[in-house]
């Protein structure tokens, strides 16, 4: 059974800071990984979706990485803004299912 | 295009009551998925749609909860005899095909069982 983990739980840092957060899963078999923000009290919005056979993936100032063999992806946030302040979450979706498995998220505080 | 839609945004009711929560996916989209999500947790699968059938149902929580979807478009979730412990946030999501695309969330339903 895949399990998704994201480290840290929460993260508050400094307006302008390039900032990592981490997403770590136990079965590298998987189709693709995706992952989201979710602001407080609403849907979550897709910001990256990397495939199997992709290594990373880029929109604007976020970059996100996938290590398959460690189990590993990393969301990379640079010049953070305070309207970065949401929750990131990560969801892996793996061979044999169409279930994609979430992470519990970080949820990130961007302070002026 | 729209995006997903639900409905309603909240929702209270009493215990005992049956609720009928909507989704609407976007248009072509063949795979719908729903999931809940309560207060400080993460998201809970719920069912998965394959057009009109669904293949996955693992996720229902009890027998008072069930599930359709019609036409390969909008799906109803239902559930019966409410309980306080269904309060949280039901979300829906769509994706064009159910292995490798990007999932599309609508905004949720919150609902809250007094």
């Known amino acids: 059974k895949q399990e998704v983990t994201q480290i840290p739980a929460a993260l508050s840092v400094p307006e302008g800071e390039n900032l990592v957060l981490n997403c770590s899963f136990t079965d590298s078999a998987i189709y693709n990984l995706q992952w989201f923000r979710q602001d407080p009290g609403k849907g979550l919005t897709s910001l990256l979706l990397?495939?199997?056979?992709?290594r990373e993936q880029t929109s604007g100032r976020l970059n996100a990485s996938l290590d398959k063999s460690s189990g590993r992806s990393t969301l990379y946030i640079a010049a953070s803004q305070p309207g970065d302040s949401a929750t990131y979450l990560c969801?892996?979706?793996?061979?044999?299912?169409?279930?994609?498995?979430f992470g519990r998220g970080t949820s990130l505080i961007v302070h002026p | 295009g729209a995006g997903v839609s639900q409905s309603p945004s909240n929702k209270v009711t009493e215990k005992g009551k049956d609720v009928e929560l909507r989704c609407d996916p976007i248009s072509g989209h063949t795979a719908l998925y729903w999931y809940r999500q309560s207060l400080g947790q993460g998201l809970e699968f719920l069912i998965y749609?394959?057009?009109?059938?669904?293949?996955?149902k693992s996720g229902l929580p009890s027998d008072r909860f069930s599930a359709e979807r019609t036409g390969g478009s909008v799906s109803t979730l239902t559930i019966q005899r409410t309980q306080q412990e269904d309060s949280a946030v039901y979300l829906c999501a769509s994706s064009l095909a159910p292995s490798a695309d990007t999932q599309y969330f609508g905004p949720g339903t919150r609902l809250t069982v007094l």
């Open positions: 990397i495939q199997s056979s992709q």
């Open positions: 969801a892996v979706k793996s061979g044999g299912s169409y279930i994609p498995t």
């Open positions: 749609f394959q057009g009109n059938s669904a293949p996955d």
